[in-house]
């Protein structure tokens, strides 16, 4: 078949044309555009190939340089499964490129949700910014008009997270043997074309509405109507910069904002051009000059951090050939134009890295621990996976050197680094997490006796040995949950770069104050989310007495930058009022309140699930799983839903991976999200399990109380709570008759009641 040569950046299809032909690359590269963003593709790639179940083309393609094509008329599926039978050879290619392509926008889709949560919690930062300097300088704040009604970014079209591993792994296959017998069976290469075209345009879809939220979001900042945040700092710098001689710390905001907007690509370039052309010409009609810039990073830092890596591979005293391989593969880390690339050799390369940071960490750990004064690079390296100062960039190595003057060693409130956290281990404070078999210490140690790994007298030592604990956390903890709150499980890599860093690292910080404050506002709405139900044991009269106890969890931070969460375990033992361990990344990319409130609802169904044990999805034994069990199970039989509730449920259940805890963790974040404010969004059955399980505070359910859809809730909810109450008094009145102390557990079970009362 004879090849066509397109010129030089000639388009070759634009969004909406016919698909009618397939087309190999030959030679030359591509660019092929979506919405805000573009990739490229190259030789033995194919163009429509991702397009395939499409009657049009949804991406646009424009040649980079001069580019030959071998053409494939499309006027069925048919005619492809003809070309595979003929050609097996052509279906390992087009599989190939199909893969490949769908990796990219999937790695694309992870960045840009990212980059969602990112605006949304910078322009909450710059708004919050602009309210407090105008009240500074006591002049009234404007906001922009409709800004109130924002809500953080919530996808819809979410590509599943599993995805990317599928696909990767896909690609390995077809890479490495695209003779296979399974290509030679064209029934399975176009069900795999099929397969990967759909969800290729769910993930186009996911990038649509990510890059139309991102517009609605950058509105706020620029519009041609001037009622954005950029013409409410510019109009109070204006004011204050004629009667006080300095107000750079306005100008210093406004170019933080600017700097801000112009990252993003959804950002009108002409109109911000000429904001900024007629914010300097007023400046220069005021007779106002520009403050100066801040100095540069203090180069003392810097050159204490000068050559980190030999320093933390001197401390670790590893031996020659590692601290040799680990230079070099550090060394080749660096050369990597893409650091996210999913070739062979990068995928080899992050594999080797990883393994040898984990052998790194545990030698350095297990001398840092009885070592009051580690060295500066060694500090880093183990709050925050830093290794090499040049990874990690200029302004990020300085801004981790100021954060080491805030670790002190010690949880706050509950909120643990990972080092920290492995040093209350150590000291005993706390026990090692279970693992991923759900087997604690004592399990672990107690399956090796049984397995004949160690004596009686070797497990007897292991169970007081607490370095033998920090290893059990570092093998089997530390690996896995620093790969999930990383995110993006495809291309992980624990070491600190500055390619991870998406938004500003002062914002993405995880502190103990701000999990706490998070933590507060979610437990504002759902009042009961960490109490538990245990019996009273403090009054022999009321031994039989249930009553709540609140426990808040542990948060360990991983040394990672990252963007999920993950709740490990529900309970620190056995006992149930013990705290639950949630994790994240030290540097959380995503918003840090919704993926909280996705921990706390995992953390209710699994607590539910520990409570209720095998019942936990019998519904003749009424609790929060077992209902939302059977509500999901049975949701087509159910007459109280409509067909459209239905298909709403059925669409979101194919997007949980038809995970019933995950529909649930999906409805719990719209109930502390837009429920709570009188928003609805979920169905009546939804509405009736949550409010009766996860109900919400007496301040929401005060403002919920005019609103007709949750009337009837509200009514239960009192009736309840008074007849509890009305229990309470009566034990209460008994134990005073009989010249009996009430105990501060029934004390604070009437206070627990009392509080949900609405007044």
Known sequence: MAGVDIPKQKVIYKTGQPLTALHLITSGTVRVGYPDGEYLIGKGDVIGICELCSEVHFLSYETMEEVNLLTYPLPSLNVLQELFEK???????????????????????????????????????????????????????????GI?????????????MWLNGYYLGLLHIFSENGTAAYVREPAVAIGFLRKASLDFHKTYLALEEQARYQKQLLQFYLNSAEDDLLSGYTTLYYRVVQAAPDASDIYSAIQNVISTIRNYAAVDIPLLTARLQSFKDNLSRMGTEQPTAADSPDSEVHAKLAGSLSAILEYAGADQETANAFRQNIAAYKRLSDKYATDDEANRLRRQLTEEFYTLYSLVLEKSLDDETLPLPVKLFLYFGYVDEELAGAANSLYLYQLTFSLNGKSLSGVYTFYDWLKSIYRGEKQPSRNE?????????????????????????????????????????????????????????????????????????????????????????????????????????????????????????????????????????????????????????????????????????????RVQGARWNDVSDPSLTSEYFDYIQFYKKNNELTSEAKERIRQSLQGAKNSFKEMFIRDYLLWILLESSGSPRLNKIARQILFTYCPFSAGVCEKLSTNPLYADLLRRQEVHNRQRLHHLDKLCQKLRSEGTPIPDTIQQEVDYYTAQIRQ
Request: hydrophobic share 35%; proline share 5%.
């Open 437 to 609: 078999f759900g087997e604690d210490y004592a399990d672990y140690l107690h399956k090796q006796k049984a397995s004949g790994n160690v004596s009686g007298r070797e497990l007897q030592l292991l169970a007081d040995n607490p370095m033998s604990k920090v290893v059990f956390e570092l093998r089997n903890m530390f690996p896995i949950v620093n790969k999930i709150t990383y995110g993006r499980v495809t291309t992980f890599c624990p070491i600190f770069t500055s390619d991870n860093v998406l938004k500003e690292l002062p914002s993405s910080y995880v502190t103990a104050s701000s999990v706490g404050s998070v933590l507060e506002r979610i437990r504002a709405v759902d009042y009961s989310a960490f109490y538990r139900e245990t019996l009273n044991t403090e009054c022999p009269v009321a031994q039989k007495e249930s009553i709540h106890v609140e426990c808040l969890p542990d948060v360990i931070l991983m040394p990672n930058v990252g963007n999920r969460g993950i709740m490990w375990q529900v309970s620190e033992g056995r006992k149930r009022t013990t705290p639950a361990r949630m994790m994240l990344s030290i540097f959380h990319m995503e918003d840090l309140y919704t993926t909280m409130i996705r921990l706390v609802g995992d953390y209710r169904w699994e607590m539910c699930k």
């Open 87 to 145: 050609h097996p050879d052509v279906a390992g290619l087009f599989l190939s490129s199909a893969f490949r392509q769908i990796c990219t926008l999937l790695n694309h889709c992870d960045v840009s949700e990212l980059s969602c949560s990112n605006l949304y919690n910078q322009l909450q930062e710059h708004l919050t910014g602009y309210q407090e300097l105008c009240k500074r300088y006591r002049l009234p704040a404007q906001a922009p008009s």
């Open 148 to 160: 109130e009604q924002l809500t953080a970014y919530v996808g819809l079209e979410t590509p599943d």
